[in-house]
């Protein structure tokens, strides 16, 4: 199986992925003409029905996140499914630097960080201010 990530290099150091991001109204599902892209009632992902799709790029070129991509093999259009809800890029990832969370979750953990790093600042100027 192939990577349905691309990473994209930005500056020297500085590397962004390039992935479906799953919109909750995406373009691709209303831009194909084959009606190949749709929203997966059950799982509510963005999926592809590859026996349907011709390869025609509409979508490749509508996304503006870069998440929809041409397989060089099968030249047909992919992009990540998150594997049914069971991404294997996490099951592999040798530096567990992913994780397959909700996004309540997510907010939550920013939360949490903005939290802490402003709590450094002010503990930081607390010997400052009497």
Request: proline residues 6%; glycine residues 6%.
């Amino acid at each position: 199986m192939r990577s349905r990530i691309k990473i994209l290099k930005r500056l020297e150091y500085v590397f962004v992925p390039a992935r479906c991001r799953q919109c909750e109204d995406p373009i691709c599902v209303i831009i194909c003409p084959v009606n190949a892209i749709t929203i997966d009632p059950k799982l509510g992902v963005v999926k592809i029905d590859y026996d349907t799709c011709r390869g025609c790029r509409i979508c490749v070129e509508a996304c503006p996140f870069g998440g929809a991509q041409i397989d060089p093999v099968e030249r047909k259009v992919f992009m990540c499914d998150l594997c049914e809800g069971d991404p294997l890029c996490v099951k592999v990832c040798p530096g567990e630097a992913l994780e397959y969370v909700e996004e309540s979750e997510i907010v939550f953990r920013k939360r949490e960080k903005i939290i802490e790093m402003y709590t450094k600042i002010l503990e930081s100027y607390k010997g400052l201010i009497r």
